[in-house]
């Protein structure tokens, strides 16, 4: 805790700025308004949503967006579909033609 004067002025340095928000910080912990049992969940409970969102992001970002063409009628047939690469076909990242009426072809 440093005080400097500066001409009229008082200049607070950040040491004692940073001291005291956490003397209140361990002050308001220790009144028993907030457990530090519920800062750590909490804590923990964002660090998971965290992981579990960016996951998700890199699935998506990373999931297989081929889809197989049937040479003969040019149906598109997307990943969960039964006659995907089971066909004389091809693949295709931007196909053209009629989506399969049971999978949905680039529907779903």
Not at 29 to 38: A, H, I, T
Not at 56 to 76: A, H, I, M, Q
Not at 77 to 99: E, F, R
């Amino acid at each position: 805790m440093q005080e400097t004067k500066q001409g009229s002025k008082n200049t607070v340095t950040c040491e004692r700025i940073f001291g005291d928000i956490n003397q209140r910080v361990i002050i308001v912990l220790w009144r028993g308004k907030m457990s530090m049992k519920k800062v750590i969940g909490g804590v923990v409970a964002a660090a998971t949503l965290a992981a579990v969102m960016y996951a998700g992001w890199w699935l998506w970002e990373n999931y297989p967006r081929d889809y197989w063409v049937t040479k003969s009628s040019g149906v598109v047939h997307n990943y969960h579909c039964q006659h995907y690469a089971k066909s004389n076909g091809y693949m295709s990242s931007d196909p053209v033609g009629p989506d399969c009426k049971k999978c949905g072809g680039r529907i779903k």
